[in-house]
């Protein structure tokens, strides 16, 4: 199957619902139904249910099962639009522009949508980072009572970016436990070509074992504030700003354990006395009777019971 390479081209691909379905047929099974239990060959469409059943075991299988489309009641058209979108727009596309260009309703599941299509499109691992490279790490998350240390309770990621004259290049994020040297080290080696690489980086000591490596390192001594214009380091601290490094931005998948969760905070409870007293001021006030009903049940003020 062709890509298409406009968006004229992405509708004479697939004009219809119906040819999404059988293009998403011919990729999942190439050479034909086969079976995930039994690896049979012959099957029998259920049209009702969008399933395919195996004639061998019975077996139910579904064309969108370990897919970003599993579940999804929304058409398969526009997910397949949002992933031309996304992988042919330089700069992407946000979820409100997709939102009215799709005709959604709903902008928290656009949202979803094309946050599950960027994550099923990870780095191509043989294409490294080279030239000048910056390298820093961060954490995300606020302060939590109760906890002291470097990134306790917060997620961690690392950062290596291109240096460029004007902006910043091609760039390499991922999640890590901590900032520990062999997650650091192990994260720059994946990520650049050390015969043609310079790494600039802060004077945290886990990044010390960088030359023993092999790799041309050159540690930045100094401050942690954002660093002037011109600066080595200049590409990650543009890049580590709030609105591009937010939760929503990191990976869906979370390999390594999550964070601890925090203490728990003992409450006092509150003693009998000062419940009842509030349950007391709660209580509704008993309506007073009126001063002539009250006149009239003990027999005065009618002339019943005077001589």
Same mark, same amino acid.
Request: glycine share 10%.
């Given at each position: 199957?062709?890509?298409?390479?406009?968006?004229?081209?992405?509708? +004479?691909?697939?004009?219809?619902?119906?040819?999404? *379905?059988?293009?998403?047929?011919?990729?999942?099974?190439?050479?034909?139904?086969?079976?995930? +239990?039994?690896?049979?060959?012959?099957?029998? $469409?259920? #049209?009702?249910?969008?399933? *395919?059943?195996?004639?061998?075991?019975?077996?139910?299988?579904?064309?969108?099962?370990?897919?970003?489309? %599993?579940?999804?009641?929304?058409?398969?058209?526009? *997910?397949?639009?949002?992933?031309?979108?996304?992988?042919?727009?330089?700069?992407?596309?946000?979820?409100?522009?997709?939102?009215?260009?799709?005709?959604?309703?709903?902008?928290?599941?656009?949202?979803?949508?094309?946050?599950?299509?960027?994550?099923?499109?990870?780095?191509?691992?043989?294409?490294?980072?080279?030239?000048?490279?910056?390298?820093?790490?961060?954490?995300?998350?606020? %302060? #939590?009572?109760?906890?002291?240390? $470097?990134?306790?309770?917060?997620?961690?990621?690392?950062?290596?970016?291109?240096? +460029?004259?004007?902006?910043?290049?091609?760039?390499?994020?991922?999640?890590? =436990?901590?900032?520990?040297?062999?997650?650091?080290?192990?994260?720059?080696?994946?990520?650049?070509?050390?015969?043609?690489?310079?790494?600039?980086?802060?004077?945290?000591?886990?990044?010390?074992?960088?030359?023993?490596?092999?790799?041309? %390192? #050159?540690?930045?001594?100094?401050?942690?504030?954002? =660093?002037?214009?011109?600066?080595?380091?200049?590409?990650?601290?543009?890049?580590?700003?709030?609105?591009?490094?937010?939760?929503?931005?990191?990976?869906?998948?979370?390999?390594?354990?999550?964070?601890?969760?925090?203490?728990?905070?003992?409450?006092?409870? #509150?003693? =009998?006395?000062?419940?009842?007293?509030?349950?007391?001021?709660?209580?509704?006030?008993?309506? =007073? *009777?009126?001063?002539?009903?009250?006149?009239?049940?003990?027999?005065?003020?009618?002339?019943?019971?005077?001589?």
């Amino acid at each position: 199957m062709k890509v298409p390479a406009t968006l004229d081209d992405f509708y +004479r691909t697939f004009p219809t619902e119906q040819r999404c *379905w059988e293009a998403l047929r011919r990729l999942r099974w190439p050479a034909g139904f086969r079976c995930p +239990r039994c690896e049979g060959r012959k099957a029998q $469409r259920l #049209r009702a249910r969008g399933l *395919w059943q195996c004639a061998s075991c019975r077996y139910q299988a579904s064309l969108t099962a370990g897919t970003p489309f %599993h579940g999804t009641r929304v058409p398969l058209r526009t *997910w397949f639009l949002a992933m031309f979108f996304v992988g042919r727009h330089k700069q992407g596309i946000s979820a409100l522009q997709f939102q009215r260009d799709a005709g959604l309703g709903s902008y928290k599941t656009t949202w979803t949508l094309l946050h599950k299509v960027r994550s099923a499109l990870p780095p191509n691992p043989l294409v490294r980072l080279e030239g000048d490279v910056d390298v820093d790490e961060t954490y995300i998350g606020g %302060h #939590r009572p109760g906890r002291l240390g $470097r990134g306790v309770g917060k997620t961690g990621v690392a950062i290596a970016v291109e240096r +460029r004259e004007e902006t910043a290049g091609s760039k390499r994020l991922i999640q890590i =436990p901590n900032a520990t040297r062999v997650v650091l080290n192990s994260f720059v080696e994946s990520s650049i070509r050390p015969e043609n690489t310079t790494v600039f980086t802060d004077a945290w000591g886990s990044y010390k074992a960088l030359a023993k490596l092999g790799i041309d %390192h #050159r540690p930045r001594k100094g401050g942690h504030g954002p =660093p002037g214009p011109g600066h080595p380091a200049v590409g990650t601290h543009r890049l580590r700003q709030p609105q591009d490094l937010a939760p929503r931005h990191l990976s869906r998948r979370q390999p390594e354990a999550p964070p601890a969760l925090p203490r728990r905070v003992q409450l006092p409870l #509150r003693p =009998p006395l000062a419940r009842a007293q509030a349950l007391r001021l709660r209580s509704t006030p008993r309506r =007073p *009777w009126p001063a002539a009903s009250v006149r009239a049940a003990r027999g005065g003020g009618n002339g019943i019971g005077t001589a």
